[in-house]
């Protein structure tokens, strides 16, 4: 074999106990992604997604049935720390899936910018996430808020503490 061989780490796969751990935190025991009724969709250490359907509580322009800008920016700060935790969890997979859960008490929103890019009007919402950066106390992420039709309504972007 050649020294300059290079070889591919696996890819990460969570265990089903982990993502019922963090479903059951991000849905259930963050009583306010709850009371939204947000819902992950899908956790990769890469990427995640999750769906916001559309409800009356959630209005904020009563005459065109519009989402309230603070759901979305809540749902997009959700989703932002979502993505920390799926790439917390990857980053230690050593660790038990209790252990790695327990990691994400010390995680919190630093700074979240939110672009309000189109009306958010539908049935539901799609959304996704990732982490650009995971450092030792900070993480940066990219979000997006997007229509049922797959049509970008919203970005954000933000930083979470880690640590």
């Known amino acids: 074999m050649s020294k300059h061989t290079t070889t591919s780490a696996a890819p990460v796969v969570f265990e089903p106990e982990f993502m019922a751990m963090l479903k059951d935190l991000f849905e259930e025991k963050v009583v306010f992604n709850r009371v939204m009724g947000l819902k992950i969709t899908d956790v990769t250490p890469g990427m995640v997604r999750g769906r916001l359907a559309m409800k009356p509580d959630l209005v904020g322009h009563y005459l065109h049935n519009r989402v309230h800008g603070g759901v979305v920016s809540a749902c997009l700060d959700s989703l932002g720390g979502l993505a920390c935790m799926a ?25 979240l910018r939110v672009d309000y890019l189109r009306p958010c009007v539908g049935e539901h919402f799609d959304m996704r996430a990732e982490v650009l950066r995971l450092g030792s106390r900070v993480a940066s992420t990219r979000m997006e808020f997007l229509g049922a039709d797959g049509k970008l309504l919203c970005t954000g972007a933000g930083a979470y503490i880690v640590s």
């Open 87 to 111: 790439a917390m969890g990857a980053r230690h997979m050593d660790e038990d899936p209790a252990q790695r859960v327990h990691r994400f008490t010390k995680l919190g929103t630093i700074d």
